[in-house]
């Protein structure tokens, strides 16, 4: 079974400060790992991936992840927030859920929302 | 725009009557999932379907069923309804090159039963 843990309900940050939002992830085999933003009413949006390669992955909006292997995380970075970048910030696994072809569950975690303080 | 187009985007309904959800995937895309959000439960995994086949099941209530079509657009049935299922319903989508590609989500149907 997969999993995604975002041990951090809530992650309140002033405008200009950096900001970290928090990941960890339990599969077996190779992850595939990805952060969604969801403001208001929305769908989820995707930000970036991290499939295989750097450990550090750019996405969208001056987003970026640190992929760590030995510490199964996934944690999103910022160098500066903006008060637009205030939304509810999901993580998730994909991997191989059974032998069909396409059998690959994502899974999400429990969503932090971040609150950027002017 | 995703892409991913869901209908309806709000829907009202009595306790014990069932509804039917739509999903129509970005073109090409052979995979749907369907997810239910609420506030205390988060974002929760129901079913997977490629290509009109099932490939993975997640907490879907046996109340609840789904399918997908030839066309590859897929329907999510609620039948009973409680209150307890007042969620926002999402579809996504995503492309066959493999679990490296991400998913993209529709607008969501917000079900409201009362």
């Known amino acids: 079974a997969q999993s995604v843990a975002q041990p951090e309900d809530q992650v309140n940050v002033a405008e200009g400060n950096p900001l970290t939002v928090k990941c960890t992830y339990s599969v077996s085999g190779n992850p595939y790992l990805f952060w969604y933003v969801q403001y208001p009413n929305r769908g989820l949006q995707f930000l970036l991936k991290?499939?295989?390669?750097?450990?550090l992955v750019k996405g969208s909006y001056g987003f970026e992840a640190e992929f760590n292997k030995s510490q199964t995380s996934f944690h999103l970075k910022k160098p500066s927030a903006l008060v637009s970048d205030s939304a509810l910030y999901f993580c998730?696994?994909?991997?191989?859920?059974?032998?069909?072809?396409?059998?690959?569950?994502?899974?999400f975690g429990k969503g932090t929302k971040l609150s950027v303080i002017p | 725009d995703s892409g991913v187009t869901q209908t309806p985007k709000h829907l009202i309904t009595a306790t014990g009557q069932r509804v039917t959800l739509r999903c129509s995937p970005r073109s090409g895309d052979l995979s749907v999932y369907w997810y239910q959000q609420s506030l205390d439960q988060g974002l929760q995994f129901l079913i997977q379907y490629y290509n009109g086949e099932e490939r993975a099941k997640g907490n879907i209530l046996e109340r609840f069923s789904a399918q997908q079509f030839p066309d590859l657009h897929s329907e999510l049935n609620l039948s009973s309804l409680e209150l307890g299922d007042s969620a926002l319903y999402f579809c996504?989508?995503?492309?066959?090159?493999?679990?490296?590609?991400?998913?993209?989500f529709g607008q969501g149907t917000r079900l409201t039963v009362v």
């Open positions: 998730a696994v994909r991997a191989q859920a059974g032998s069909g072809a396409g059998s690959y569950q994502l899974t």
């Open positions: 996504a989508s995503s492309a066959p090159q493999g679990a490296e590609g991400e998913a993209f």
């Open positions: 991290y499939i295989t390669g750097d450990n």
